[in-house]
């Protein structure tokens, strides 16, 4: 999950997930993921099982800056971004093995 992200950015560079957090936009911050750690670990359904949905959401916010901050879990910045959102777009990819 990034949050943060300046209005003005309108996309994001190769490897904007790392866990370094080096190619991200200034100002915006990563929480830690669904495996515990900082950085986008990508789409893991385990082999032979049904494909996965995944959902990739962006949220317009009416806030420059959301209130949580990296140490923040996904859940709690999840909450903060429902209250500010004027608007939302998902992408949603199927994967599986």
Do not use: C
Not at 5 to 32: C, H, K, N
Not at 36 to 43: L, R
Not at 54 to 64: G, K
């Amino acid at each position: 999950m990034l949050a943060d992200v300046p209005a003005t950015v309108t996309e994001l560079a190769r490897g904007a997930g790392a866990a370094d957090g080096s190619a991200l936009p200034a100002g915006a911050f990563q929480v830690r993921n669904d495996y515990g750690s900082i950085g986008y670990g990508g789409a893991a359904p385990p082999a032979g099982d049904r494909p996965h949905r995944y959902v990739f959401a962006v949220h317009a916010l009416d806030t420059d800056k959301l209130g949580p901050g990296a140490e923040a879990t996904p859940a709690v910045v999840g909450f903060y971004a429902v209250f500010h959102a004027i608007a939302r777009a998902t992408l949603r990819p199927v994967f599986g093995r």
